[in-house]
């Protein structure tokens, strides 16, 4: 068994153990030591790096009793004493993690009657899954609030293995996982949970406590959450995007969703007044083109002219042949008029056979783009219909 200086000490960042075995964990090399404040993964919480003596700890697991660290370079002998250092930036990011998951799912439970089922505390989001479906948008704030007023309170965190009696008169959030040796952590007088893991000394060294999600999720509702460096990360870089739309539209950040309001009602007539002047346009094609008959014409203009021209010609009874040539290929619409024997998409794989393009459709309607130049569109026709 490893005796665990991180639970006597969680802020340990620098300590003296001796190498008792070498290792393997999923194939790669791993060290045993007597003692060590490297923390193993276990309760949702990612394991510790850092270095033991020349070697460089990648991961820390737990396994039979004993804590390995995984390695890469060479590993110290067996009864070598080693210098262990933790990455202690990545460990704090993890204490305040965990703090804010108790905090959180203590709140989500006072607040959103939503217990916890489980937690992930990952590289990228950490996640808390409760077990209440769709919880509203209330009660998720209130939890929020909740907890950051704890935040707010400086509350005292306490780790320690009570003794039965002290135990059995705790009032657990959740039960322990173990039958003996069970570590309680207190928020406060506010949370009380067995773990097994490290924490901050204080609720106020998480600076804050940010839900930034919620989604249904196995019938259960899943709660992404920020908190400490990262919270501040994802603040800072949303600060900054803020900013850059702010100055983009010559206004205050607060004005920011004022300003998108005001340019997608902007865009919304716009299109609304293009899509009017594309009608009145294919009116005006069409005055121009041969008055019976399919019509077979090569348009300067979009995609969307052509469709509009094609769909009022075949609603007029008329086949509809359209392209809009370019330099490199030609963009085709193909409509067929009620009633005739037109097959729109046999016509188009046609014109992609000797073109080359890419499109397709149906037998009342293909579209596709060309990626050769059309000389004579009418003429390319007629060839290929006869």
């Not at 716009?270 to 899509?275: K, N, S, V």
Request: glycine letters at 8%.
């Amino acid at each position: 068994m490893t005796r665990r200086l991180y639970h006597d000490d969680a802020t340990l960042r620098r300590f003296e153990a001796d190498v008792v075995a070498h290792t393997t964990y999923d194939g790669r090399p791993a060290i045993v030591l007597d003692a060590t404040a490297f923390y193993p993964e276990a309760g949702g919480q990612l394991g510790d790096r850092g270095t033991l003596g020349g070697a460089t700890v990648v991961d820390t697991q737990e396994s039979d009793g004993a804590i390995v660290h995984i390695i890469t370079g060479d590993a110290p002998a067996i009864g070598t004493r080693v210098t262990g250092e933790l990455d202690w930036a990545r460990r704090r990011q993890h204490m305040a993690q965990h703090t804010a998951q108790h905090l959180l799912s203590g709140a989500l439970l006072d607040r959103a009657a939503a217990p916890t089922a489980s937690a992930r505390l990952g590289e990228s989001a950490l996640t808390i899954d409760v077990t209440r479906d769709r919880i509203p948008e209330g009660d998720l704030a209130a939890a929020e609030d909740l907890a950051n007023d704890l935040v707010d309170d400086d509350l005292p965190v306490r780790a320690w293995f009570p003794a039965p009696d002290e135990l059995a008169a705790l009032k657990l959030r959740r039960d322990p996982k173990v039958d003996a040796h069970i570590r309680v952590v207190a928020i406060g007088d506010f949370d009380f949970s067995p773990c097994g893991g490290t924490h901050c000394a204080r609720t106020s060294q998480l600076h804050a406590v940010r839900i930034t999600g919620a989604e249904r999720y196995k019938g259960m509702t899943r709660v992404t959450f920020a908190t400490a460096r990262k919270a501040r990360a994802e603040l800072f870089t949303r600060d900054a995007v803020l900013r850059t739309l702010a100055a983009r539209f010559s206004c205050s950040p607060s004005d920011v969703p004022a300003a998108i309001d005001k340019l997608a009602r902007d865009v919304d007539t716009a299109g609304t007044e293009l899509t009017a002047l594309r009608g009145r346009v294919a009116s005006l094609v069409i005055e121009a083109l041969p008055p019976t008959g399919p019509a077979i014409a090569a348009i300067p203009g979009d995609a969307d002219l052509l469709r509009s021209v094609a769909a009022k010609l075949a609603g007029s009874g008329r086949d509809a042949l359209l392209c809009a040539p370019t330099t490199d290929g030609a963009t085709v619409v193909l409509f067929r008029a009620t009633g005739s024997t037109l097959d729109c998409s046999a016509l188009w794989k046609q014109l992609a056979a000797r073109l080359g393009g890419r499109g397709g459709g149906k037998p009342e309607r293909a579209e596709g783009r060309l990626t050769a130049p059309v000389a004579d569109w009418p003429a390319l026709i007629a060839d290929l219909v006869d």
